[in-house]
């Protein structure tokens, strides 16, 4: 039973670029969520998807947005890139009605972005 | 912004010794979670303690919750070089949030 699965692993994009992730949820779970964790932090809850829609958001600009596809799967854009974007994203699935009653995560090994 | 403070933010520990970690958090929770995070690898849930709950076990891990006090604290007992990693405090603020709010995490070194 696979895991969640992010790609890529690494990149590295200079400022003002655009980069895109990817995300595949564990088997049969279908909400995902997406966290900005830097260097020494804890990880900071961008937003989550379900049902292909954004349920929940953070604190984070408009240039950070998203996608859920009927696959579950979903995408993580950053636009117009910052030095301070650079951070380790992680994607986390759950079961949606499991996961209202507990918020338990299930998490993917994150795609470390660095931006020059 | 971070919801959790872990305390101590590092802790180094011989082989065979219990290691405790502590957690505070600033609002009210439905529940609390601990994490795992190898070498700045994805996050791995190790246990759940809801508001209504004391203390909770797991294996070699104990979990206490003081809502009062607004603190936790995770003990890990006769602890192993694999238990190395940052652990992690995450607070679930409300039963219809879906976010968690995480601290800044404790280091934790186990030395063979």
């Known amino acids: 039973d696979a895991g969640v699965t992010q790609s890529p692993t690494h990149l590295i994009k200079t400022r003002g670029q655009q980069v895109t992730l990817r995300c595949s949820p564990k088997?049969?779970?279908?909400?995902v969520s997406w966290y900005q964790q830097a260097l020494g932090q804890g990880p900071q809850f961008i937003f989550q998807?379900?049902?292909?829609?954004?349920?929940q958001r953070g604190n984070f600009p408009d240039r950070f947005s998203g996608h859920q596809f009927p696959n579950y799967s979903s995408e993580l854009n950053v636009n117009a890139l910052l030095l301070g974007d650079s951070a380790l994203y992680l994607c986390a699935s759950s079961f949606s009605p499991a996961e209202y009653l507990t918020g338990e995560l299930f998490f993917g090994e994150g795609s470390r972005l660095t931006v020059l | 912004s971070q919801q959790g403070e872990e305390d101590p933010q590092a802790l180094s520990i011989q082989e065979g010794e219990n290691a405790t970690m502590n957690c505070s958090y600033k609002?009210?929770?439905?529940?609390l979670q601990w994490y795992r995070q190898n070498s700045g690898r994805g996050l791995v849930h190790l246990i759940l303690i809801r508001s209504n709950e004391r203390e909770k076990h797991s294996g070699r891990l104990r979990v206490t919750l003081d809502t009062s006090k607004k603190s936790s604290s995770l003990l890990i007992t006769a602890s192993r070089a694999a238990d190395t990693a940052s652990y992690f405090c995450?607070?679930?603020?409300?039963?219809?949030?879906?976010?968690?709010?995480f601290g800044k995490g404790t280091k934790l070194s186990v030395i063979p």
């Open positions: 995450a607070t679930k603020s409300w039963a219809g949030s879906y976010q968690l709010t």
């Open positions: 609002t009210s929770i439905n529940n």
């Open positions: 998807y379900y049902e292909e829609e954004e349920r």
């Open positions: 088997s049969g779970h279908d909400t």
